[in-house]
């Protein structure tokens, strides 16, 4: 059974750095492609930023790129969200996904596992 788990968040001032972590069990962790979405209050859940399998091939929501910086370690089967400059607008609960295998897309609805979320609230 593939589980995320996630840690990290919390409330910060624009400009601050937060940086979030999925631990993943279940599967071969190094074979996945892995993304990152947000969500606010009656609105769908959006795209942030994706990580290939084989970390190479890196996308990112044109609003966080060059501040948010998506990575992995596949020796301790988590995926990191190192956000940085963090802006009011970045508010949301930010989650972690896969489909536990190579494929990977912007598009939550194609993904199956999922982590319980995690806050991430930026003050002006």
């Known amino acids: 059974q593939v589980r995320l788990v996630q840690s990290g968040g919390g409330l910060v001032k624009t400009g601050d750095s937060l940086r979030l972590s999925c631990k993943a069990s279940?599967?071969?962790?190094?074979?996945?492609?892995l993304a990152w979405f947000r969500q606010v209050p009656g609105e769908e859940r959006e795209f942030v930023a994706l990580?290939?399998?084989?970390?190479?091939?890196?996308e990112y929501t044109d609003s966080v790129k060059g501040r948010f910086i998506v990575s992995r370690d596949n020796s301790d089967n988590t995926l990191f969200l190192q956000m940085n400059n963090l802006r009011p607008e970045d508010t949301g609960e930010y989650f972690c996904?896969?489909?536990?295998?190579?494929?990977?897309?912007?598009?939550?609805?194609?993904?199956?596992?999922w982590g319980q979320g995690t806050q991430v609230t930026v003050s002006s």
């Open positions: 996904a896969t489909d536990a295998t190579y494929w990977h897309s912007v598009e939550a609805r194609r993904y199956t596992y």
């Open positions: 990580i290939d399998y084989s970390g190479t091939v890196l």
């Open positions: 279940g599967g071969t962790f190094s074979s996945w492609s």
